[in-house]
């Protein structure tokens, strides 16, 4: 059965800093792996997707992800965060031939500090 | 093109009674699913459509329900209200191509309160 655990519910940071939000994976099958944003009150915003193609993805707003198969790990990173990137993350995993069925992670919820 | 979207976006409604959300996926996109976020429970897959058919359907009760029509725009329907079913209900579109489900695409969502 499949499942995604995000591994901090939440993560503080100062502004200029990096980023790492942590997730690991589980998967019978060959899965795709995506990072979903959340702002307040707001619905997802897709960030990345990993289809099995190159393991390391580049998403929109200079976010980046890693897949790592040896370790089902699929963390996703920022070099310099910026104060509008406070939301919640969520970590999430479809197994291929999926109808619909997206399993999300828990979340985990980035503050950003001036 | 348009995104997804949800109405109503918020809706108040009583224990008992029954509410009808819709939502109109992103042009050209058959395959719609909806979702359920709550504090505890986080976001849980409810089910989803596919030319007007149900093809996947989450761990909820009988009171949830959902339909597509030809437009590919579909609706959820929760009867017999709890107030455990207040939530944030979100709908995402996605193609679907070669046997393979692309990215899902969220709306949104309707907040639902129930008292």
């Known amino acids: 059965a499949q499942s995604v655990t995000q591994l901090d519910s939440h993560v503080s940071v100062s502004e200029g800093t990096p980023v790492l939000l942590r997730c690991n994976y589980s998967?019978?099958?060959?899965?795709?792996l995506f990072w979903y944003v959340q702002h307040p009150n707001k619905g997802l915003q897709l960030l990345l997707k990993y289809t099995s193609a190159a393991t390391l993805v580049k998403g929109i707003n200079g976010f980046e992800a890693e897949f790592k198969k040896s370790e089902t790990s699929f963390h996703l990173t920022k070099p310099s965060a910026h104060m509008s990137d406070a939301a919640e993350y969520f970590c999430v995993v479809s197994e291929t031939g999926s109808q619909g069925n997206l399993i999300f992670g828990k979340g985990t919820k980035l503050s950003v500090k001036p | 093109k348009a995104g997804v979207t949800q109405t109503p976006r918020y809706l108040i409604k009583t224990r008992g009674q029954q509410v009808t959300l819709s939502c109109s996926p992103i042009s050209g996109h058959r395959s719609v699913s909806w979702y359920q976020q709550t504090p505890g429970q986080g976001l849980q897959f409810l089910f989803e459509y596919f030319s007007e058919t149900q093809r996947n359907k989450g761990n909820f009760p009988g009171r949830f329900s959902g339909r597509q029509f030809s437009n590919s725009r579909s609706e959820m329907n929760v009867s017999t209200l709890e107030l455990g079913d207040s939530a944030l209900y979100l709908c995402?579109?996605?193609?679907?191509?070669?046997?393979?489900?692309?990215?899902?695409?969220f709306g949104p969502g309707t907040r639902l309160l129930v008292l």
């Open positions: 995402a579109s996605s193609l679907w191509e070669g046997g393979r489900q692309e990215t899902q695409y």
């Open positions: 998967s019978s099958y060959s899965p795709s």
